[in-house]
């Protein structure tokens, strides 16, 4: 009779298991898959807008995946940084061309060789929280506080990432259904000149979901 008993228990208990097996490697899965969003020709592009001594000079940064094979995407980056000279500003326009490990973000080949091995900045895991440890190009950093932005003509809830250094300082906002980076502030000291940088997205063809 025990010994019957024992087997039905067993019997009952091996559906539970495999649904608790299966609940566990679809979450696996989840948090180690590419973004939803992510395909041939996805871009997002900002609005760049620096200001220094009652200057100010606007111009745009635009990022697109060239190309996606299975978990490798190709990614163009035209942007723009600045040069200080004697004093003197000067914006200047950058490009470059990555290969991106999709899940993991990382650079694996890229047209300037300094950004290899480092995280993509333009995106992040959509399963964060707050106290979340995240890494980007500028290193790993605790997710501390989020904010709502009005982007892209709608309101965005996103997790905040703060750095200070002794040169400059950066937050950046990103979107925390999609991970995608929206806005970001940079303010930068050099030669006694304050140069402050604000990116926000202005445009894309990735639908954002709520």
Known sequence: ??????????????????????????????????????????YMTYEQVFMWNNQNETEYMTWNVTELRDDTADLHLVSHGVNVTDGNVAIIEGE??????????????????????????????????????????????????????????????????????STASMKRWYDKSSGLCLRILVVLYRQDI?????ETAVSTNIGLTQ
């Open 1 to 42: 009779m025990n010994r019957r008993r024992l087997l039905l228990i067993c019997l009952l208990l091996i559906p539970v298991l495999c649904v608790t097996i299966a609940v566990y490697y679809i979450t696996q899965s989840q948090e180690k898959a590419k973004p939803y969003w992510l395909a041939s020709g996805a």
């Open 96 to 165: 470059a061309n990555w290969t991106i490990n999709a899940v993991t973000r990382e650079v694996s080949s890229s047209s300037d060789s300094s950004y290899v091995e480092q995280k993509c900045p333009f995106w992040i895991p959509a399963d964060l929280r707050v106290g979340s440890s995240v890494d980007i190009l500028y290193g790993a950093n605790t997710i501390r506080r989020s904010e709502s932005i009005n982007v892209l003509g709608q309101q965005r809830d996103c997790w905040v990432l703060e750095y200070d250094w």
């Open 194 to 198: 304050t140069v402050t940088t604000t």
